[in-house]
């Protein structure tokens, strides 16, 4: 009882030290705000930005709000963990099924490659992709193009896209109904398994379902398709991916691409031998045995530490302010901090952004492990 | 908002010591805590000897030399990031380079200018075979530029004024967009003149750029230093304005010793420390503008150290007397 | 080998792609690295290929690489240093050496001072360097090694502290350590270097370096932190019993029973921490701190080099440095790692 006590008082007093740390800090932060005249406020969200940003996913100008710019950043950000998230996991993947295969060549090139990118920082690559291979990419007169449709120099990747914002509002939408019907059809089919226990084509109807419907809507509503031109400076129109967009999709994911090839590699190996025995004794070829028998148990063991890497990689897209991609560090803590002059708000403002993110991949990815678990053992 | 009233063991935990001065903290101290720009050719590099050199540079050495008679100097590597807050929470003492004097940073950001030690305009390099040979040819165009000044704004004001879009690519820091532009990611950089000028002068294949002639801004580059503090900002100023005057009344780095002793003008005596009190009134010695004249000279001996080795001509940055815009305020 | 890499069509197609594309990468690669390149020399003159590997590049900026802008006459200094470190760090490594724990403790406490009175100087008539004036390689180390050294006895006490069976202690400690690893530590270091000084009660100056450095040992104890928790759940509950049972107090449990054994199951995982730590060194550049990249980076950028072999080859020669590294110290915690599974496998 007195022990408890004491416990209890220690913990108030713990409490209270670190209350007044803050107090403090926050009181010589005040002052030092007010004896050197800055503002501490949001108001600042509201004005004119004044500034242009090179990529946005919605419309943006120099007209429009410092908030608006701080969306556009925010949609940077994410567009490009997203992206660099599925190429690092399917080049994960691949590395680490290669590392697994018989093939004593394909698993040792893996594993060269494993220990080459992954001991080397991700910043470093990034300026590699960016300032060494994006030179030796054509200049635009002299643009690699396939089929007038697809165009590479070092001005970026230009691909046909929507020609307006009508277009691309269909297409976004499209986009989340197939992904949707995929869904639909993955866990009718996933309980025809169980019941019928007859299998379905799961991938092949997925994709074709994915890269259908948006053109079927695309058809459908008579959307204009607009290819890259060539124009004064360069080629224009369609969707761009911008050369730093693609150094740091490339880096980021040839980086994280070791992590998550290590994961898989681990956790297949974690499986008892049995397992991929006992489906072989039952007659399943080794890559249905691989497919429906030891993926979904690795995946259980992947989850948790995939999670620590997607983490990892959401956290350095940052690293885009050092080349001059428009994500949220670059735009917030660079062009608004200067403009603007309130670095507390500023910072604070970046660092709830990325926290509360981070959070969401976090909880995302929990939810998906639960699901995963086994149920009723 | 602030906090209503302190807890006591709070009050307790702030130091006593009240901010003095900013020249009593630099004396304090033992050096002076001057911002620059890493690597910016003719304003701040590092020489063949190792030896920090360039513009920004001298300006920290003419502080240095006013207030200690030596160049006591830790030069504090800033990027723009970071220039102006270390400047506000009192990381550096001044900040010489890449601020132009505007309204906004002036009136909102805690800071305050003392005085215009390079007049400087906004211009584009641009590819000579790019067919760019006006700002009007620029309509779609993508150009590099670096964070952290007023560039961003500047253009964004200019071509939308005149109804035209371009594709800003906002590098970290201007050797970043430099670097850029030269492997051809951006038609066009655009930078101050001068800065840029010194940039690419040793550019293996500089002569298939040029810089435009046309400015699409005024850009004067003052000193930058924090707002609480007049008194700090006279020295600043003043300090400045001794180079300039120097060069005005005719004295030199070279010949300074000479005028001392010799020199019959009222107005060099009264600078020099050779009459009056001026440097006790700053809270110097007599002797400082001496100091700074012997040490790091003129503003001419300053530029034809720093920018004749660039190839850039004085332009707006002559005296009045040579139809510049320099113009230094009288020692009386 | 036949049966390995040409057992069934499969295998042989696999092994066909895989040999094409060694082909497509190496030899490009050799030709560009090797036999293309410009070997002698030290002057910009000497590569005339504007587009071939350049090694008179690093030849001339080595030592700006290794030491940043030092100054020349003092680096002497840095040496001294190093191998002062490295052997009296050398026990360390040793298997046999029992009293691994203390002498970790005595030189925390005695580097520190001989790493500021040789590195900063301006005591004992050696000249001051600024930390401004450091860079290169030998940053990167400093920053790695200081890091690592604060963070460790940081991240200890955040571990017990989230491990407690206080309640708000508990809450304190995790929610400390989950606000901080989920954000980006270059927004730190941003944080750490402009919003640092609005935080401190006017008068009171912190370095430009300590302060990124402090920002990088908050970081670090988070990451640490969870290395230690998995090794601390790792003990059997046995141990605290038998601890409690003895009589033992908290502290004498926690310091005497428990830690011994964690940290030494926690080695890898702190191993591969400090080579994500030594990895991380490299955003210091983007705040204007000159590591081994930023040194590398700046001269690729300088006019009279300028030119797409020069800035491969400088990045190529950065990429290795850290690559032997990094790649030296997993190996090494690999050994760490058998070593410690033989341990518990005989304990069994």
């Not at chain 3, 050496?97 to 030189?107: A, D, I, S």
Request: charged content about 15%.
């Amino acid at each position: 009882m007195n022990m408890s006590r004491r416990l209890l008082i220690y913990q108030l007093l713990l409490v209270a030290a670190v209350a007044a740390l803050a107090c403090l800090l926050f009181s010589v932060t005040q002052e030092n705000l007010a004896r050197l005249g800055v503002d501490s406020n949001f108001d600042f969200l509201f004005r004119r930005a004044g500034f242009e940003i090179g990529q946005s996913l919605i419309p943006f100008s120099a007209d429009d709000s410092i908030l608006r710019a701080f969306v556009v950043a925010l949609l940077n950000t994410l567009v490009l963990a997203m992206a660099a998230i599925v190429c690092a996991s399917m080049l994960g993947l691949a590395l680490g099924l290669a590392r697994l295969s018989g093939n004593w060549l394909l698993s040792r090139m893996a594993l060269t490659y494993v220990e080459i990118f992954r001991n080397v920082p991700a910043l470093l690559q990034i300026f590699f992709w960016y300032f060494v291979v994006l030179r030796t990419l054509p200049r635009s007169a002299h643009s690699t193009v396939l089929w007038d449709a697809l165009v590479l120099n070092n001005r970026g990747l230009f691909l046909p896209g929507p020609a307006d914002n009508a277009g691309a509002f269909v297409m976004a939408a499209a986009m989340l109904l197939a992904i949707g019907i995929a869904w639909a059809v993955g866990h009718w089919a996933s309980l025809r398994r169980y019941q019928t226990g007859r299998s379905f084509p799961v991938l092949s109807v997925t994709l074709s379902i994915l890269g259908g419907v948006p053109l079927l809507a695309a058809w459908g509503t008579g959307m204009q398709w607009e290819f890259p031109q060539a124009g004064r400076f360069g080629y224009g129109g369609g969707i761009v991916l911008l050369p730093e967009f693609l150094a740091l999709v490339c880096g980021l994911s040839m980086y994280n691409a070791t992590y998550i090839s290590e994961i898989v590699r681990s956790s297949f190996s974690a499986l008892p031998r049995g397992q991929l025995e006992a489906a072989e004794s039952l007659g399943l070829s080794r890559q249905v045995a691989v497919r429906l028998v030891l993926l979904p148990q690795a995946m259980r063991i992947m989850i948790p530490p995939l999670t620590t890497v997607y983490l990892n990689l959401f956290k350095s897209t940052s690293l885009a302010a050092a080349i001059a991609y428009p994500e949220v560090t670059s735009v917030f803590v660079g062009t608004v901090n200067n403009l603007v002059g309130q670095p507390v708000t500023i910072m604070a403002l970046t660092l709830v952004i990325y926290a509360f993110v981070s959070l969401c991949i976090a909880l995302c990815l929990n939810w998906y492990q639960r699901r995963l678990a086994l149920r009723g053992t | 908002m602030r906090l209503p009233g302190m807890p006591a063991l709070l009050l307790l935990c702030i130091p006593l010591a009240a901010p003095a001065g900013t020249l009593e903290a630099v004396r304090e101290r033992g050096f002076l805590r001057c911002g620059i720009v890493e690597s910016s050719p003719g304003f701040s590099v590092i020489n063949d000897q190792g030896e920090r050199a360039g513009f920004d540079i001298d300006h920290c050495k003419t502080l240095a030399a006013a207030i200690f008679g030596e160049f006591k100097i830790e030069y504090v590597p800033v990027t723009p990031h970071t220039a102006f807050t270390l400047l506000q929470s009192g990381g550096v003492d001044v900040f010489p380079d890449g601020a132009t004097w505007s309204f906004t940073r002036d009136i909102s950001v805690g800071l305050d200018y003392a005085g215009v030690y390079l007049f400087a305009g906004q211009t584009f390099l641009v590819r000579k075979d790019s067919g760019i040979r006006r700002v009007a040819d620029m309509d779609g165009a993508t150009i590099c530029i670096a964070q952290g000044t007023t560039l961003e704004q500047n253009m964004a004001d200019y071509f939308g004024a005149r109804g035209m879009h371009y594709q800003a690519l906002t590098f970290a820091d201007i050797d970043k967009g430099l670097q850029a532009y030269h492997a051809d990611r951006c038609d066009a950089f655009t930078n101050e003149g001068a800065s840029t000028a010194g940039r690419i002068a040793n550019w293996p294949d500089r002569d298939d750029h040029m810089i435009m002639e046309e400015v699409i801004s005024k850009e004067p580059f003052g000193p930058m230093v924090r707002q609480d503090d007049p008194r700090w900002r006279d020295l600043v100023l003043w300090s400045f304005n001794a180079v300039i005057a120097a060069e005005e009344l005719g004295v030199n780095q070279a010949n300074v010793e000479e005028q001392r002793r010799t020199s019959q003008v009222a107005e060099v005596q009264r600078m020099l420390g050779v009459n009056g009190a001026f440097g006790e009134k700053l809270g110097l010695s007599k002797d400082w503008a001496y100091n700074i004249i012997r040490l790091v000279g003129n503003y001419e001996d300053q530029w034809r150290r720093s920018f004749t080795p660039l190839g850039l001509k004085r332009g707006l940055n002559a005296t009045w007397q040579n139809g510049g815009l320099h113009s230094a305020l009288p020692f009386r | 080998m036949r049966a390995n890499l040409f057992s069934t069509p499969l295998d042989t197609t696999l092994t066909l792609f895989a040999l094409g594309l060694a082909y497509v990468v190496l030899a490009p690669a050799i030709q560009w690295l090797i036999v293309d390149a410009h070997w002698r020399g030290t002057m910009p003159a000497d590569c005339p290929d504007k587009g071939a590997a350049c090694w008179p590049f690093i030849r001339a900026r080595w030592d700006q690489f290794i030491f940043g802008l030092y100054p020349q006459a003092e680096r002497w200094r840095i040496l001294l240093g190093a191998g002062i470190g490295i052997i009296a760090a050398l026990p360390l490594f040793m298997p046999r050496f029992r009293y691994k724990g203390w002498l970790m403790c005595l030189l925390f406490i005695l580097y520190a001072g001989i790493g500021k009175i040789l590195f900063v100087g301006g005591v004992f008539g050696l000249a001051y360097v600024d930390t401004g004036n450091w860079g290169g390689f030998f940053l990167t180390i400093v920053t790695a090694v200081f890091v690592l050294a604060t963070a460790l006895p940081l991240a200890v006490m955040l571990t017990l502290g989230r491990e407690s069976s206080l309640p708000l202690l508990r809450l304190c400690c995790s929610a400390w350590l989950e606000f901080w690893r989920s954000v980006p530590a270059l927004v730190v270091l941003f944080v750490a270097i402009i919003m640092f000084p609005l935080f401190m009660p006017p008068g009171l100056e912190v370095d430009k370096l300590l302060r990124a450095l402090l920002a990088l040992t908050i970081l670090m104890s988070c990451y640490l932190s969870e290395a230690l928790r998995g090794a601390l759940q790792a003990i059997p509950p046995g141990q605290y019993e038998a601890a409690d049972s003895l009589g033992m107090n908290y502290w004498q449990k926690t310091f005497l029973v428990i830690l011994p054994q964690a940290i030494p199951t926690a080695l890898p995982q702190i191993t591969s921490n400090f080579i994500g730590l030594f990895k991380e060194t490299t955003v210091l550049l983007i705040i204007g701190l000159y590591d081994l990249l930023g040194m590398v980076q700046s001269a690729a950028s300088d006019p009279v080099w300028l030119s797409p072999g020069v800035s491969a080859t400088g990045y190529l020669f950065a990429a290795l440095f850290y690559w032997v590294f990094c790649f030296g110290l997993s190996r090494y915690s690999a050994v760490l790692e058998r070593r410690a599974s033989r341990f518990r496998g005989k304990a069994i």
